[in-house]
């Protein structure tokens, strides 16, 4: 029955344009000439750091902030200047917003309720939108009878009861136990796929952004730093910046010497791009990174490093090691029955190799 009900939530799904949007505090850029294209149907997270404007890029969206200049359209209408409650705009907050002294029902019909939703229809709907969230026969049931995982399905519910077309998330899962926030990261990906609504995702989990998105909006001092899918985001960072806050990395100097380039003593190789101008950096990410026993391959850079410390996790290991310039690397590898043991050991010396294919060379931060 919900299924039915809510099966045509998505079908009038809009696409997002953001052209030249700024927003000033003071002297403070919040949003600096932001232009961002959101396709319809598509979930497109917001990932960055407190402070970076992601949640005010959110805010002008949902049409509770007003930017100095630019505009904004869904689909071929114009935005800037229509009220939140005038733009069919559904809205999950991080402190999900629900009325204590209301059920479940009236908390998740009271969009209806504000529409003059006829009460057979409005029963309907949210017995509908209850069941889309795994909540079926939840509704007489008071909100302080709730679990944090349902508190955040009855607010999902409420933002989707009245099927909007976009649908606007500020860190709705900031507040849920590991174990559950990842379970919930799982049922809301889910749950777009069934629904289709265009959704703009606020978080600054880059796992979490990484396991949800269609797409990433990497966003700091109030711009875009990249625009790109998970897996190009992590393989293909735009700048340092971007590789830094997606994922766990060392940067290593490189010189520059004609077409020779160098870290840490070693001439590189790689097949990547190798932006131009001075200032690159050498990126190492830990499960990048191996040791090597034997003989090196003609297809890796191969860098000498004493070992400082090694940390046994269970699943896998962690072994932090010096280069030959001072700087301190991780090696993240699998572990299996016997491998702990046959690591090298604290002051062990070490060939570190990370392949040509791995080898990602970066400009500087706004590059």
């Given at each position: 029955m919900g299924g039915d009900d809510m099966s045509d939530t998505g079908q009038g799904a809009l696409p997002i344009t953001v052209r030249n949007v700024t927003k000033t505090y003071g002297d403070v850029f919040a949003?600096?000439?932001?232009?961002?294209?959101?396709?319809?149907?598509?979930?497109?997270?917001l990932l960055?750091?407190?402070?970076?404007?992601?949640?005010?890029?959110?805010?002008?969206?949902?049409?509770?902030?007003?930017?100095?200049?630019?505009?904004l359209k869904f689909g071929e209408d114009e935005m800037i200047r229509t009220?939140?409650?005038?733009?069919?705009v559904g809205m999950v907050f991080q402190n999900y917003a629900l009325f204590p002294?209301?059920?479940v029902a009236a908390n998740v019909g009271y969009p209806l309720k504000l529409r003059k939703t006829p009460k057979d229809e409005m029963d309907r709907r949210v017995e509908a939108a209850l069941e889309t969230v795994?909540?079926?026969?939840?509704?007489?049931?008071?909100?302080?009878?709730?679990?944090?995982?349902?508190?955040?399905?009855?607010?999902?519910?409420?933002?989707?009861?009245?099927?909007?077309?976009?649908?606007?998330?500020?860190?709705?899962?900031?507040?849920?136990?590991?174990?559950?926030?990842?379970?919930?990261?799982?049922?809301?990906?889910?749950?777009?796929e069934k629904l289709g609504m265009t959704t703009v995702y606020v978080t600054h989990d880059q796992r979490e952004a990484l396991t949800?998105?269609?797409?990433?909006?990497?966003?700091?001092?109030?711009?875009?730093?990249?625009?790109?899918?998970?897996?190009?985001?992590?393989?293909?960072?735009a700048n340092r910046f971007v590789a830094d806050f997606i994922g766990d990395s060392t940067f290593l100097d490189v010189t520059r010497s004609g077409s020779a380039l160098g870290a840490a003593g070693t001439t590189l190789k790689t097949t990547r791009?190798?932006?131009?101008?001075?200032g690159l950096s050498l990126m190492m990410r830990p499960e990048r990174l191996h040791l090597i026993s034997g003989k090196p391959a003609k297809d890796e850079n191969v860098f000498e490093a004493k070992v400082s410390e090694l940390v046994y996790q269970g699943?896998?290991?962690?072994?932090?090691?010096?280069?030959?310039?001072?700087?301190?690397?991780?090696?993240?590898?699998?572990?299996?029955?016997?491998?702990?043991?046959?690591?090298?050991?604290?002051?062990?010396?070490?060939?570190?190799?990370?392949?040509v294919d791995d080898t990602v060379l970066l400009a500087g931060e706004d590059a």
């Open positions: 949003l600096n000439d932001v232009s961002l294209d959101v396709k319809s149907g598509e979930f497109l997270t960055g750091p407190s402070g970076s404007g992601k949640t005010t890029l959110l805010m002008v969206l949902a049409g509770f902030t007003r930017p100095d200049s630019g505009s009220a939140p409650h005038l733009r069919d002294h209301m059920s795994q909540l079926g026969g939840y509704g007489e049931r008071g909100i302080t009878q709730l679990s944090g995982g349902q508190k955040q399905r009855v607010a999902l519910a409420r933002s989707i009861v009245f099927a909007p077309r976009i649908l606007l998330m500020d860190e709705p899962l900031s507040a849920l136990d590991k174990k559950l926030r990842d379970r919930m990261q799982i049922e809301l990906r889910h749950l777009h949800m998105s269609d797409r990433i909006a990497v966003v700091n001092h109030g711009r875009i730093m990249q625009l790109a899918t998970p897996q190009e985001l992590y393989e293909q960072p791009h190798v932006p131009d101008g001075d699943e896998s290991y962690l072994l932090y090691a010096h280069l030959t310039d001072g700087t301190e690397v991780a090696v993240r590898g699998a572990m299996r029955a016997g491998t702990f043991d046959a690591l090298p050991k604290q002051g062990d010396t070490v060939q570190l190799g990370l392949g």
